[in-house]
């Protein structure tokens, strides 16, 4: 079974940086695109950021380019989200996701999630 695990936030302040990692214990990780969403309090989860199996092409939410990069270890099945800069509307809980088909910008695109992991910027 596939297994996502999220790592890597916390509480930051305004500009500071944070690395989230996610572990993916499946079988195919080198074969699946992965993702990552955020959802704050009261706001539906949202895509963040995408990149493909090979790690060649990636996608962002026009808020978080130029700032967040996320990027993939396929040799330890873990996929990163690097975030610089930090707002406090980035404040959300980010959950790494596994993609299966159809647009890597839509949450139903994805078959296994993990459980996340909290990001709070604030001053």
């Known amino acids: 079974q596939v297994q996502l695990v999220e790592s890597g936030g916390g509480l930051v302040q305004p500009g500071e940086s944070l690395r989230l990692s996610c572990v993916d214990s499946?079988?195919?990780?080198?074969?699946?695109?992965m993702g990552w969403f955020r959802q704050a309090p009261g706001e539906e989860r949202a895509f963040v950021a995408g990149?493909?199996?090979?790690?060649?092409?990636?996608w962002y939410t026009d808020s978080v380019k130029g700032r967040f990069t996320i990027s993939r270890d396929n040799a330890k099945n873990t996929v990163f989200l690097q975030m610089n800069k930090l707002k406090p509307e980035d404040t959300a809980m980010y959950y790494c996701?596994?993609?299966?088909?159809?647009?890597?910008?839509?949450?139903?695109?994805?078959?296994?999630w993990g459980q996340g992991t909290q990001v709070t910027v604030s001053s």
């Open positions: 990149i493909n199996s090979r790690g060649t092409n990636t």
């Open positions: 499946g079988r195919t990780f080198k074969t699946q695109g």
């Open positions: 996701a596994a993609h299966y088909s159809g647009s890597i910008r839509e949450r139903g695109s994805f078959n296994s």
